[in-house]
């Protein structure tokens, strides 16, 4: 279950599709934040939009990756703080580079720019506004909240 998604074509075709939602991980189960982008697939001028579906099954167009808790504070910082947030994930032979990170739009307005890059060739971005920002903030808030009482629940039970 996708707890939400951000749908960014563009004209250029060089949209993405970010979705974030919780799962389960590892032996214990514990809650955590599963992350999947697809790379744009195509775009119609006459109606103006993108479409990311053709792309979804192969994996030279789609990333998915875990964030741990630090890393779901990490952004929860950043986007209290307005600054930048960076991670690095190696699992085999895969490197995978994470950066979230502010800037200032034309009008100026505040966003932050999301960028994942899977073995330096494959890039996959998309930019939040605020509000965007402020409900990535609330899900990894959320999701935090339930891996703690998880924990707690779990050191009760084996006491």
């Given at each position: 279950?996708?707890?939400?998604?951000?749908?960014?074509?563009?004209?250029?075709?060089?949209?993405?599709?970010?979705?974030?939602?919780?799962?389960?991980?590892?032996?214990?189960?514990?809650?955590?934040?599963?992350?999947?982008?697809?790379?744009?697939?195509?775009?119609?001028?006459?109606?103006?939009?993108?479409?990311?579906s053709e792309?979804?099954?192969?994996?030279?167009?789609?990333?998915?990756?875990?964030?741990?808790?630090?890393?779901?504070?990490?952004?929860?910082?950043?986007?209290?703080?307005?600054?930048?947030?960076?991670?690095?994930?190696s699992?085999?032979?895969?490197?995978?580079?994470?950066?979230?990170?502010?800037?200032?739009?034309?009008?100026?307005?505040?966003?932050?720019?999301?960028?994942?890059?899977?073995n330096?060739?494959?890039?996959?971005?998309?930019?939040?506004?605020?509000?965007?920002?402020?409900?990535?903030?609330?899900?990894?808030?959320?999701?935090?909240?339930?891996?703690?009482?998880?924990?707690?629940?779990?050191?009760?039970?084996?006491?």
């Amino acid at each position: 279950m996708h707890m939400f998604t951000l749908y960014k074509p563009n004209s250029k075709n060089t949209g993405c599709a970010f979705s974030f939602k919780i799962g389960v991980h590892g032996k214990d189960k514990e809650p955590c934040i599963y992350v999947n982008a697809i790379q744009q697939h195509s775009w119609n001028e006459k109606t103006r939009n993108g479409s990311f579906s053709e792309n979804a099954k192969n994996p030279d167009k789609t990333i998915t990756f875990k964030l741990n808790e630090v890393e779901a504070a990490g952004l929860i910082y950043a986007v209290s703080e307005y600054v930048e947030y960076k991670a690095f994930h190696s699992y085999e032979d895969n490197k995978t580079t994470i950066n979230f990170k502010p800037y200032s739009k034309q009008d100026g307005t505040k966003a932050f720019s999301l960028s994942v890059v899977k073995n330096s060739a494959l890039k996959f971005g998309v930019g939040f506004e605020m509000s965007e920002a402020y409900l990535l903030r609330a899900f990894c808030e959320k999701v935090l909240n339930e891996l703690f009482e998880y924990r707690i629940n779990s050191q009760k039970q084996s006491n």
